[in-house]
């Protein structure tokens, strides 16, 4: 096992605030080289909220596929549309490993898009890493019972690649407002695009722009934002689209949502 160090992270880019009390400790890890072109990092995250009641910590997940380790239990998680909700109490950890968008095809049986919104069928050796994982205090170890179990595939799919740069490039580039930008930057038809989303990301490109719009309003959410000319920014019809949009996903209005987030 590589010896891989951890990146300790306060915030992350879709999580919608952190516990403001007690313990709450998020880290990560980059994969080894391996495994690069398949998974983004490996996560873990703790809490301790002794005898505080129980935090919801809210996501909007990004584009990717996660298997994950919890207590006794294990599972793989497709790309979600909605936004993730889980009621943090006591004490507990989940550790698990962030796939690239498209890192997670070989690993699946038929499309990405077959596995969008729920826990599919994880590799059985999958599976016994994370009974595993479950019975191990050693991060380090976690972590490297996780990265050994998956077994690459004897080839790497070209495809892999072209989906991933895409997706990365809607997220850093806020001048891909359509999926034709994306298509004619890609030099390839919508209907190519369309395709190749749907069997490796499990999502189509127009969801991950608007999922990416919303990363960045609620990054820069503050009492002092601008949010017309944010609209005008993330090329949404006008304000009150960004509102409605941001209110659906978030589950609370930016001006409201803006007056629990952190000085920046």
Excluded: C
């Amino acid at each position: 096992m590589v010896d891989l160090p951890s990146e300790r992270l306060d915030t992350a880019r879709g999580v919608l605030h952190t516990a403001p009390d007690g313990d709450f400790d998020f880290r990560r890890w980059a994969p080894p080289e391996d495994l690069a072109p398949y998974v983004s990092w490996i996560w873990m995250v703790r809490w301790d909220r002794g005898d505080r009641p129980p935090y919801l910590q809210s996501v909007l997940p990004h584009p990717a596929a996660n298997f994950v380790v919890e207590d006794r239990t294990s599972g793989l998680w497709g790309p979600q549309k909605t936004r993730f909700d889980r009621s943090l109490a006591g004490t507990g950890r989940a550790i698990g490993i962030r796939f690239k968008p498209g890192g997670i095809a070989p690993f699946t049986d038929g499309p990405v898009s077959s596995i969008v919104d729920v826990m599919a069928p994880a590799p059985q050796a999958w599976t016994l890493a994370g009974e595993r994982v479950a019975a191990t205090e050693d991060s380090a170890q976690a972590v490297g019972l996780l990265l050994d179990a998956i077994e690459l595939p004897a080839e790497l799919d070209p495809n892999i690649a072209v989906v991933a740069d895409a997706v990365a490039l809607l997220e850093r580039d806020r001048s891909f407002t359509r999926a034709s930008h994306l298509a004619e930057h890609l030099n390839v038809s919508v209907r190519t695009l369309h395709r190749l989303f749907a069997d490796y990301v499990g999502l189509g490109p127009a969801w991950v722009i608007r999922r990416y719009r919303l990363h960045e309003a609620t990054s820069r959410a503050s009492g002092t934002v601008d949010w017309a000319a944010l609209a005008a920014e993330l090329d949404y019809a006008d304000q009150a689209h960004l509102v409605r949009d941001f209110t659906a996903m978030v589950g609370m209005s930016p001006a409201k949502y803006a007056l629990r987030a952190p000085e920046r």
